[in-house]
């Protein structure tokens, strides 16, 4: 499946990690610019939102929470508010990072699916290509460069299989969990809208957590972001970029960020 998990996410888009980043010296403000220019970014309006979540949104307020609209990469005019932004968008309203990789299909790339890349091939030091496996057969792709892109649970996996010189793979995993607290009344209810379409971000500094309106449906697959504590790898020509790459967890949604990281990435590996 090509867009990774941006075709599962609620298609929250914000800054997260800027600071730490550019203090680790990766300045990411014009790619971060860059980024918000071309997906379709707007604050969630009353055309989306359900009355419960309007419901807590008020309340909040009423009680000095400093909770605002949430920023949505969602066409409002195509959304139905089905509320299964996690099963990916039928109706198209969703950004997601498909959206890139058609760009990338028009400009000449070849995108090789139901194919599971195993291992980086290295030599002395060196990447120059990768081995997996597809329904028919093994492969090996080489390459002039190697990015790796598997995601938070994937990637190390792949560096572990490539036995790479590097103590870190397979070590400090971390996820953004969801907590759940739930209340019952009557007449209002959350399941016609996006989730999470107001957000609180006022303790996300000292805390480490943001409050936002959520329902966990029956028998939903809850997804989590998930990253590897970023690593430094001495192999040339060998680069990740993805949410290993975060030294610790953003407790935001990064999706802007990688996409950010990936442009930065592109700049210098060219």
Not at 26 to 36: C, M, P, V, Y
Not at 72 to 94: E, P, S, V
Not at 181 to 196: A, C, F, H, K, R
Request: glycine share 8%.
């Amino acid at each position: 499946m090509g867009g990774g998990s941006t075709v599962v996410a609620t298609g929250n888009i914000v800054r997260c990690y800027e600071k730490e980043f550019k203090e680790m010296g990766i300045d990411l403000s014009q790619e971060f610019k860059e980024a918000e220019n071309e997906i379709p970014i707007r604050l969630s309006t009353k055309e989306i939102q359900a009355s419960g979540s309007r419901a807590i949104y008020e309340a909040a307020l009423s009680l000095g929470y400093q909770m605002e609209a949430m920023p949505k990469a969602i066409d409002q005019q195509k959304c139905i508010k089905c509320g299964l932004c996690i099963n990916g968008c039928k109706q198209g309203a969703k950004w997601t990072a498909k959206n890139y990789l058609n760009q990338a299909v028009k400009q000449g790339a070849v995108v090789r699916y139901d194919s599971r890349v195993e291992e980086v091939l290295i030599d002395q030091g060196q990447a120059y290509g990768v081995r997996g496996v597809n329904a028919e057969d093994e492969f090996e792709y080489e390459a002039d460069k190697v990015i790796l892109a598997a995601g938070g649970l994937g990637t190390p996996v792949i560096l572990q299989n490539s036995k790479i010189n590097n103590t870190d793979v397979g070590k400090n995993f971390f996820i953004d969990i969801f907590v759940n607290v739930y209340g019952i009344t009557d007449d209002v209810n959350q399941l016609s809208e996006p989730p999470m379409e107001f957000v609180d971000l006022e303790f996300h500094d000292q805390e480490g957590f943001l409050l936002s309106p959520f329902i966990n449906r029956q028998k939903m697959i809850r997804f989590i972001e998930a990253g590897l504590k970023g690593m430094r790898l001495k192999e040339k020509n060998l680069y990740v970029c993805d949410a290993s790459v975060f030294p610790s967890s953003p407790g935001m949604p990064p999706i802007l960020t990688i996409v950010a990281l990936a442009k930065k990435l592109a700049k210098d590996a060219a």
